[in-house]
């Protein structure tokens, strides 16, 4: 039996694992009493929590993906049991690929257990390489990029507490995945060859969603944060189109006015700043 926690509990009723039929006990959260105290939201409309005297730190965001202890196929929950038998084959094809891969970042990972930062991280780099095969209807571009996004932020997390480890670098390379998918993912909805309905929920957090306007925010955001510099002509061709993303957020009139704040304010700066870059005497979205 898993030890217990007061955080988490696990599901009396498990899920049968549908590429290798291994029984799944998905982790929970508990919630209540004081276990999650909200703290700030970030640039990257990342929720903090402020520890607990008594639970101490809480990381929502390890839970969401189940992954099978013995095949590793991750999924969010969601998804995990309804992946199209075409996509389970080749899931199950590239197991030996996910172990190696996986037993390289975080040796010790023990998904039968209450999970850990690392297991939180390997839990989002599974479910990328599983998405892969997943059908457009499942949206899988934009579950690849929340999936690579959550990643980057555990690992600053992961960072913070064993800073000679390099999770920053492992960080900044989920960030890069990120902004990949981020940038196909609109493209997708934009011409209809990857439609966002596939997705309950387009996060990029757990506590709100923010929906498309934050899918076209975090793009922007991304590609002038995350985005190649080597080349300047390239560099300066996906700052055009991230500055003209992320002005589709303002809209025009009155229709803005009902957008969140943490948007209309980031989005703002952000487009500023991308502005500025590229040398643009017009700084203002909404002009």
Same mark, same amino acid.
């Given at each position: ?6 955080? %988490? ?12 039929? %291994?029984?799944?006990?998905? @982790? ?21 929590? @402020? ?33 199209? @038998? ?41 479910? %990328? ?58 493209? +997708?909805?934009?011409? +209809? ?20 306007? +934050? ?65 643009? %005497? ?6």
């Amino acid at each position: 039996m898993p030890a217990r926690s007061e955080l %988490t509990y696990f599901l009396k009723q498990p899920v049968e694992c549908p590429v290798c039929e %291994t029984k799944v006990f998905r @982790e929970e959260m508990r919630t209540g009493r004081g276990r999650q105290i909200a703290g700030n939201l970030t640039r990257e409309l990342r929720r903090n929590y @402020e520890p607990s005297k008594q639970y101490g730190e809480v990381f929502p965001l390890i839970y969401p993906v189940t992954v099978c202890p013995s095949c590793y196929y991750a999924a969010f929950a969601d998804d995990f049991a309804t992946v199209p @038998e075409d996509a389970q084959d080749k899931i199950h094809d590239d197991t030996d690929m996910r172990h190696e891969l996986l037993d390289a970042l975080f040796p010790s990972l023990d998904f039968s257990e209450p999970r850990r930062l690392e297991e939180g991280v390997a839990s989002y780099v599974l479910a %990328t390489m599983c998405y892969e095969h997943f059908p457009k209807q499942f949206s899988p571009i934009f579950k690849a990029g929340l999936s690579q996004l959550r990643a980057a932020w555990l690992c600053s997390d992961l960072h913070a507490k064993q800073p000679n480890e390099n999770y920053d670098y492992l960080g900044a390379v989920f960030y890069r995945k990120a902004r990949f998918y981020y940038s196909r993912a609109v493209e +997708g909805e934009q011409d +209809g060859t990857q439609p966002l309905t596939g997705a309950k929920t387009l996060g990029p957090d757990m506590d709100k969603n923010y929906g498309y306007d +934050g899918v076209l925010y975090l793009s922007g955001l991304l590609e002038f944060e995350y985005g190649p510099r080597s080349d300047t002509e390239k560099r300066r061709l996906a700052l055009d189109r991230a500055k003209r993303t992320v002005a589709r957020i303002f809209g025009h009139g009155r229709a803005s006015k009902n957008k969140p704040a943490a948007i209309l304010d980031n989005a703002r700066e952000v487009y500023e700043a991308i502005a500025r870059e590229l040398g643009d %005497t017009k700084v203002d979205p909404e002009e």
